[in-house]
């Protein structure tokens, strides 16, 4: 049985995911178990309250996902924080 079929979307998503894995093997031990923590509440958080089929706030929750991937690739950061931004 082959596996379902992903969205253009959903591998975006599923993309940034791994991207944020990624840079986080680049940081010490213990920010890499704190950025993979945080990582894994925020993308279970939001799979679970957010509707799928409201694909602008996907598309918004990507881009800022992007500019926090940038921000976390860079050498002098060493964490990530999270914070809820109401979804209408």
């Known amino acids: 049985m ?3 079929r992903l969205s253009g979307m959903q591998k975006q998503v599923l993309s940034l995911y791994r991207g944020f894995l990624r840079a986080a093997r680049l940081k010490s031990p213990d920010d890499r178990k704190q950025i993979e923590a945080v990582i894994s509440a925020e993308f279970r958080r939001n799979s679970e309250q957010v ?6 706030y996907i598309e918004y929750l990507l881009n800022r996902g992007k500019k926090q991937l940038d921000q976390l ?5 060493i964490g990530l924080s999270s914070f809820n931004v109401g979804q209408r």
């Open 2 to 4: 082959a596996p379902p």
């Open 51 to 56: 509707d799928r089929k409201n694909f602008v």
């Open 73 to 77: 690739k860079s050498p002098g950061v």
